[in-house]
């Protein structure tokens, strides 16, 4: 099976840190800082995308200076690395150990992924990666259509896992079965507009719920 993970506040808890980021880059350019759930809401799009609906008011260039602010910050914020949430390194080793096809499709530059996984054991887990500023933003389907293309498997058996309701709603575009994930930056109510064949509280629980819905995994 072709499984597709979102990345941040999917398997890496790294709201928090995108959140104070976005806020202090708001604050070095000379703009109110957005509240943690309007930061949270639109964790997953592109990063200029993302800014463009903080800040729908600002010129490109002001945005692009918000950008820039943000990614200093970030990048200065992940010499202290975010850890996987509880549960995501084992099940990851789980399914690939099962012989499962693993891909992230991430609103993340590449850049930034690369970055991340550099450093990270599980990196190998993984068949491919997607980002943003080389295919389509979230919520357009482009990412999955393309891994599936990639490995020449049919949305409609492979699983789109993520946090937010872009996640849910690229899938659903491209009629891909979809897991949502209670702990992320969008609230339950919020992903299951998108009928999700399940939203999971914690990540232990999501071989289980293949299992009932595709068969032995």
């Known amino acids: ?58 010129s490109p260039a002001e945005c692009l200076r918000i950008r820039e602010a943000y990614v200093h910050h970030f990048i200065e914020a992940d010499q202290v690395p975010c850890q996987f949430f509880a549960g995501v390194a ?70 789109m896992v993520g946090d937010t309701e872009y996640d849910l709603e690229m899938a659903s575009r491209l009629a891909m079965p979809s897991v949502g994930v209670s702990y992320g930056a969008h609230a339950v109510e919020r992903l299951q507009r998108w009928q999700p064949i399940s939203v999971i509280d914690h990540f232990s629980q999501l071989i289980p719920v293949l299992g009932r819905h595709f068969g032995e995994v």
């Open 1 to 58: 099976m072709l499984l597709i993970f979102d990345w941040d506040g999917t398997l890496l808890d790294s709201s928090a840190k995108i959140v104070g980021c976005m806020q202090k880059a708001a604050l070095d350019c000379g703009y109110l800082p957005r509240t943690e759930l309007e930061v949270q809401n639109i964790i997953g799009l592109e990063l200029g995308l993302a800014i463009q609906q903080l800040y729908p008011d600002q």
């Open 90 to 159: 084992e099940g990851l080793r789980a399914l690939h150990g099962a012989g499962h096809t693993l891909c992230v499709a991430t609103g993340k530059s590449r850049r930034g992924l690369n970055r991340v996984l550099s450093d990270l054991p599980e990196a190998r887990l993984f068949s491919a990666t997607r980002c943003a500023d080389e295919t389509s933003s979230k919520p357009d389907p482009l990412m999955l259509r393309e891994l599936c293309e990639e490995f020449r498997v049919p949305a409609a058996q492979a699983v």
